[in-house]
């Protein structure tokens, strides 16, 4: 894969197919070899550029002494488009869900489409007064920075696999994949702080110019599933639609269901009314999918 070179920083990401550009912006514990089935279907429509994060791949690993913040982290996308002509499209899952919205709101009208998968923007469950949501979420994270800290990283990775892929992932676990989850873990720990110094609201995330979906699972975590609710609620220019099956890790799992919804969304022009109601669309693409009911 590509390195791209600024200064002391390596940004390592795949680039394939041609058109506009299209960033796929992984989970923590994954990188972006997490988006090759999505870059399959992409690429003959696309360019594809699958981006690793700070720490994963060839990136270059967080080193600076200050706390590492979600702008730390979208710059990398900047920087990785910066000399791409055309609109850019933003895909972000979990994690790089809620760096690909802080690259979306820093690139500001050139990004023509955002689309994120239970982004991990906890910050607004404390702001919109969702405190047993949050205080969910914020146990798992003070839970990472204690253990990490004194790398206990085994333990980390247990209740980090138990949040997010549910009760008895852990055990279900093999060996090695327990092994390789201890090490891609460590980047998890600045990411944190990313999380719990973000102070964007929620009225500023409903002003990012891009044509923007929200899609989470109806077996979502707690904090997922009312991050959602805040976005249908509060945000009319966005689109939040729930997927039936698959979990946090649907990306991952269920691209059968997840990738349709990103290819036809991607694919739709950019309009000055942003994005419809998911209750307006009725491409098949979304006959897995249900419309958010509050």
């Known amino acids: 894969m590509p390195v791209l070179e600024s200064g002391k920083l390596r940004i390592d990401f795949s680039d394939t197919g041609a058109g506009d550009p299209v960033v796929l912006v992984h989970s923590s514990v994954s ?16 360019r594809v550029l699958a981006i690793n994060l700070f720490g994963y791949g060839e990136t270059s690993a967080w080193t600076e002494e200050g706390t590492q913040t979600i702008a730390d982290q979208a710059e990398l996308v900047l920087r990785l488009v910066r000399d791409i002509p055309g609109p850019v499209r933003i895909v972000g899952h979990s994690f790089g869900g809620s760096v690909a919205s802080k690259a979306a709101a820093m690139l500001g009208k050139r990004a023509s489409h955002l689309f994120l ?20 979420a914020a146990a798992l994270g003070d839970f990472v920075k204690l253990h990490g800290k004194n790398d206990r990283w085994e333990a980390v990775a247990e209740r980090f696999i ?30 944190w702080d990313c999380v719990g110094s973000d102070q964007t609201t929620i009225e500023e995330f409903d002003r990012i110019p891009a044509r923007a979906m929200m899609v989470y699972s109806s077996g979502a975590r707690r904090a997922s599933r009312e991050i959602a609710q805040l976005f249908a609620e509060k945000c009319p220019n966005w689109s939040v639609v729930r997927i039936a099956e698959g ?5 991952l799992t269920h691209p059968d269901v997840v ?11 950019r309009q000055g009314s942003r994005a419809k109601s998911p209750r307006d669309q009725s491409s098949p693409c979304l006959a897995a999918a249900l419309p958010l009911s509050l």
Request: charged share 25%; no cysteine; proline share 7%.
């Open 31 to 46: 990188g972006n070899r997490q988006w090759k089935r999505l870059t399959q279907e992409l690429q003959p429509h696309f």
């Open 117 to 136: 998968y239970e982004p991990t923007l906890f910050h607004l469950l404390a702001q919109n007064g969702r405190r047993e949501a949050y205080t969910e």
């Open 162 to 191: 138990e949040y997010w892929i549910g009760d008895g992932g852990w055990a279900a676990t093999p060996h090695e994949r327990r092994l390789a989850y201890m090490q891609l873990l460590r980047p998890n720990y600045y990411e």
């Open 247 to 251: 979990g946090h890790m649907a990306p």
């Open 259 to 269: 990738n349709p919804l990103i290819t036809r969304f991607l694919k739709e022009a």
